[in-house]
């Protein structure tokens, strides 16, 4: 049994990857994947969603139409081996008290955390969303969310973002155990949509079987 945490910034979208990998459960298409295998969901609980009338114009996010207050919640069960696993999504407007609870409650229960960074944003505010993280774990998985966002040079922009990323949680003396490039929705004018996808899954199937 593992208890997994995505925790991350507001709108790198933790809630949106949750989602997906909730869409390859009940689709059977986690079978499918790399190191796929019959998982069946348990319970989900995306109740503390709330949505903003008009966008969220406060924080500047006039396109998002939810945000998260109380964590969200995906229990499932690998078929052949019976184990049940646990992931959480809190939101990330850590500047919302009962929302900065609910991530503080669930980096104290997750046993793994997957730190979520957006390729649309600068990394260094991203970084301040951990600051105030106080329970970690010695070692940590690293979502880079919204790959279809970043233009140009991908794989040395990548380079670049890991090599920062590293540098940030060395200091914290927090290691990286794996990097996973993500897509956490269903991008219609993304040519490589399928395979980011198919990585949310391999990545939460990876650390939940591996622990
Ligand atoms: N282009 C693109 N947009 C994404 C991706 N993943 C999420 N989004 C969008 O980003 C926005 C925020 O997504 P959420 O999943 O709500 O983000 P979050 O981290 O859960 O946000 P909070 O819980 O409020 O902190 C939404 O508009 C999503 O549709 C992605 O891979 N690519
Ligand atoms: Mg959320």
Known sequence: MTN??????????????LRLFVRYL??????????????????????GEATIPGGDKENKLNEKETK???????????????????????????????????IITISRIATQVIAVFSCDR???EQFEFFNDVRFFPDKIYVAINKIDLLEGDRDGKLDEMQEKINKFFEKRKIG??????????TIDNFEEV????NHVAEMILKITTTH
């Open 122 to 124: 600068e990394l260094d």
């Open 194 to 197: 399928e395979k980011f996808n």
């Open 176 to 185: 990286i155990n794996e990097y996973f490039y993500t897509c956490g929705e």
């Open 4 to 17: 997994v945490g995505l925790l991350g910034d507001v709108s790198v979208g933790k809630t949106s990857i």
């Open 68 to 102: 998260t207050i109380h964590p969200n919640r995906l229990v499932f069960r690998e078929d052949d081996t019976n184990k049940a696993h646990t992931i959480f999504a809190p939101g990330g407007d850590r500047k919302r008290a009962v929302v900065k609870m609910g």
């Open 26 to 47: 009940n689709k059977g298409d986690i079978e499918n994947v790399e190191g796929g295998r019959k998982c069946t969901v348990v319970k989900t609980d995306f109740s």
